[in-house]
């Protein structure tokens, strides 16, 4: 069973770049559908997807309202994968968490089948 | 950029049956969207209930079922129980790789 688990910072300055690291357990960046998101929860607000890595061939899609802050990559000898997001503001502040961005069951698409527990983030000085 | 919406909040008495929607700011949901959704309580990750419209995940009650309602997808909830309360998100594939998660609906189960 695929477990994933986010690490890093808990505290960030404004204008600088936020680093998470997603470590994924009990199977392989590699398999599957080889797809990876963060996604991202403010206080009392809602989930929005940040982006998500194809493992195989690297490519990355951005929500359109972060993809200039945006970075998501994958590192497959420590079967991890990673995010970026540069000139944050207070407005960054949420919980992150990584996901298993999807698997095809038959002909059906299941979305965000596994996720970590979530880190908060806080942006302040 | 499109909006997903959804209820910002429901109120349903227990046993009873509820609908939560998922639409679009602008258009009409459809299967090609693959509408999933999910459950989540206070300080948790998010649980899915459904995906691809209407297929129940794995130890989902039966209580839970997904839909294609007008333009919209629907969460429906019949016999709700005390812990049904939670938060409900829906989300859309909105096509080349990106997601678009809803606003997500505060239901109250008193």
């Known amino acids: 069973q695929v477990q994933l688990q986010e690490s890093g910072p808990g505290l960030v300055k404004p204008s600088e770049t936020l680093s998470l690291t997603c470590s994924v357990s009990g199977g392989s960046v590699n398999s599957g559908s080889s797809y990876w998101s963060w996604i991202r929860q403010s206080a009392g607000k809602g989930l929005e997807w940040i982006g998500r890595i194809y493992v195989n061939g690297g490519s990355t899609n951005y929500n359109p309202s972060l993809k200039s802050r945006v970075t998501i990559s994958v590192d497959t000898s420590k079967n991890q994968f990673s995010l970026k997001l540069s000139s944050v503001t207070a407005a960054d502040t949420a919980v992150y968490y990584c996901a298993r961005d999807h698997i095809w069951v038959g002909v059906l698409l299941l979305p965000f089948d596994c996720w970590g527990q979530g880190t908060l983030v806080t942006v302040s000085s | ?110």
């Open chain 2, 1 to 110: 950029q499109t909006v997903v919406t959804q209820e910002p909040s429901f109120s349903v008495s227990p046993g009873g049956t509820v609908t939560l929607t998922c639409g679009l700011s602008s258009g009409s949901v459809s299967t090609s969207y693959y509408p999933s959704w999910y459950q989540q309580t206070p300080g948790q990750a998010p649980r899915t209930l459904i995906y691809s419209t209407n297929t129940r995940s794995s130890g989902v009650p039966d209580r839970f079922s997904g839909s294609i309602l007008g333009n919209k997808a629907a969460l429906t909830i019949t016999g709700a129980q005390a812990d049904d309360d939670s938060d409900y998100y829906c989300v859309l594939y909105m096509g080349n790789g990106i997601w678009v998660f809803g606003g997500g609906t505060k239901l109250t189960v008193l």
